[in-house]
Every structure is written in C-alpha cells, then in structure tokens.
C-alpha cells in the first residue's frame, strides 16, 4: 500500500513539472509576427501562425 502511495506522490510530482514546460511551447503572437513551435525533432517556423 505504502508503495502505491510513493507512486501517485511521484505521477503528481512529474505532472507538475512536465506541465508548464509543456505550456511555455504553446505561446499566443499578434497576427502579422513569426511563429516558432520548438519540438523533439527540430523547430516549425511559420508566419500565419498554423
């Protein structure tokens, strides 16, 4: 029992360090400027924002 507890104590821990580094990838820009979506395999660049 004790050890299922140590588990969920260390999913919360990740979720709440993987969550706002995953939040910080995602930003919102004006229309007109540059998009840049940094990922695993390299960096999308767009200037429409999709």
């Known amino acids: 029992m004790s050890a299922m ?5 260390d999913l919360v821990a990740v ?4 969550a706002p580094v995953r939040a ?3 930003r919102k820009v ?3 400027k540059v998009l840049i979506v ?3 395999r390299g960096a999308d660049v767009t ?3 999709e």
């Not at 979720?15 to 993987?18: D, E, I, Q």
């Open 5 to 9: 507890i140590v588990g969920l104590d």
């Open 15 to 18: 979720c709440r360090v993987a």
């Open 24 to 26: 910080q990838s995602f």
């Open 30 to 32: 004006k229309q007109g």
């Open 38 to 40: 940094s990922r695993t």
């Open 47 to 49: 200037s429409r924002g």
